[in-house]
């Protein structure tokens, strides 16, 4: 099969041939590719930054987002039969540790990730245990499918506190910013206020419902958003991992407010706890999806078509094109980028 894999520890992805895989165990399925999508991971492994340094040992299969064709199965699987159209929860958990075992396994302490400690979905197989398949319901197409992982980051991210009849800010919209306001359009949040710099995720923060969009170049952000709400945005959903922005948030979270966060911090950040402390702000980190809580909410929205992942999905290239995409997503005037393997 064909496969992208970091081959050395430098810059770039190498396409190769590589056996299809053999050894799958009794509680494991194999399945044929059928599209994958970028994620900022990635780009981390192909600029092979200094996260990735620290994390990738190569050679290994690159990729966690995708859809596939199952086309195979262990003898001890029951749930999911060939044929199946799925997604993948891309944490492989232990199953017996003590955050498994309390129904934490989205912090398992033996997490292993596709395409980040094993090998991944950039290829045209890829093996799978049978507890992280998806099993597609809903007919959605292939391709945006494959993007369901990060729809459950937004998920997760987006649910954790109350946001019905709240006033609510997305603080950063990169595709998973984009997938939760989505999401709060979907599920009754009094007023959506979305904050960005790049102007084509403006225009899609726009297309998608944001009631409120503020330029954060070119507008003083804790200003708009104090005259947007009353005494200030009661849940904050943090997704830029700029630490500038997250303190900007401290200062129009409302007292009693609570904050989300998925963004991630390319340095150490300086945060005033104090406001944390006096203005009673509640703090949660946000990793990975909830397993399964979170994939189950995923089925329903995209059984009652509540969603919109074509506006989010707005690049969609050939499996041979990953350089490209890489470029598309270095440019960040997209929304998600899939690539397909299926000759359609």
Known sequence: M????????KPGFELVEKAIPKNIADNEVLIKVLSV??????????????????????????????????????????RVKIGDIVASETHVVC????????????????????????????????KMPEANLYVDKSGLDHRLLSVLEPLGNAVHTTFHFDVA???????GCGPIGLMSVDLLKASGAKKIIAIETNQTRIKLAKELGADVVIDALNEDVVKRVLEETNGGAEVVLE????DHAFNQALEYLKPGGKMAILGVFSKD???????VVFKGITLYGVTGRKM?????????????????????????????EMDKAFEIMKNKDCGKVVLTLKEE
């Open 37 to 78: 999508s970028l994620c900022g991971t990635d780009v981390h492994i192909y600029n092979w930054d200094n996260w990735a340094k620290n994390r990738i040992k190569p050679p290994l299969t690159i990729g966690h987002e995708f859809s596939g064709e199952v086309v195979s199965v262990g003898k001890n699987v029951s």
């Open 2 to 9: 064909k496969a992208y894999i970091k081959a050395a520890p």
């Open 95 to 126: 199953g017996v540790c003590e955050f498994c075992r309390r129904g934490e396994a989205h912090i398992c302490e033996n997490t292993k990730v596709i395409g980040v400690d094993i090998d991944g979905a950039f290829a045209e197989y890829i």
């Open 292 to 320: 399964y809580q979170n994939w189950q909410e995923i089925s329903t929205f995209l059984e009652t078509k509540k969603l919109h992942l074509e506006k989010i999905v707005t690049h969609y290239l050939k499996f041979s």
């Open 269 to 275: 950040a300086l945060i005033d706890l104090n406001k």
């Open 165 to 171: 009849m709240k006033e609510v800010v997305v603080l």
């Open 239 to 242: 997704f830029s991992g700029n």
